[in-house]
């Protein structure tokens, strides 16, 4: 079983930075796609940033040029760097790990989320 433990969220003034972590423990053997989702109040949750096998990071319109995704493969983290953030930014952030484990079988793990709330 693949645990993912999120942390990072806060309160921001608009135009601050936050950066979001994401720790991956159990058997997670070999990994496949790693996302940053987002979900705010009466929304549905989308998709912010994610590696996908042998591309480039990809990341939401709304996010380009102001939200990395970065990842340490020796400690299985994932890592959100927000900056010039935005009132709009505000929502629960969650990561996802999707791959298969130690037995070969898939699995598709969410991190208990984590708040970001921007103050204008």
């Known amino acids: 079983q693949v645990q993912l433990v999120e942390s990072g969220g806060g309160l921001v003034q608009a135009g601050g930075s936050l950066r979001l972590s994401c720790a991956a423990s159990g058997s997670t053997f070999r990994i496949g796609v790693i996302g940053w989702y987002r979900q705010a109040p009466g929304s549905q949750r989308e998709l912010v940033a994610a590696f996908r096998p042998g591309g480039n990071p990809n990341y939401a319109d709304s996010v380009k040029g102001r939200f990395t995704i970065s990842r340490d493969n020796v400690k299985n983290t994932v890592y959100l760097q927000m900056n010039s953030l935005k009132p709009e930014d505000t929502a629960v952030y969650y990561c996802?790990?999707?791959?298969?484990?130690?037995?070969?079988?898939?699995?598709?793990?969410w991190g208990q989320g984590t708040q970001v709330t921007v103050s204008s």
């Open positions: 996802n790990f999707k791959g298969i484990d130690g037995r070969l079988n898939p699995y598709d793990a």
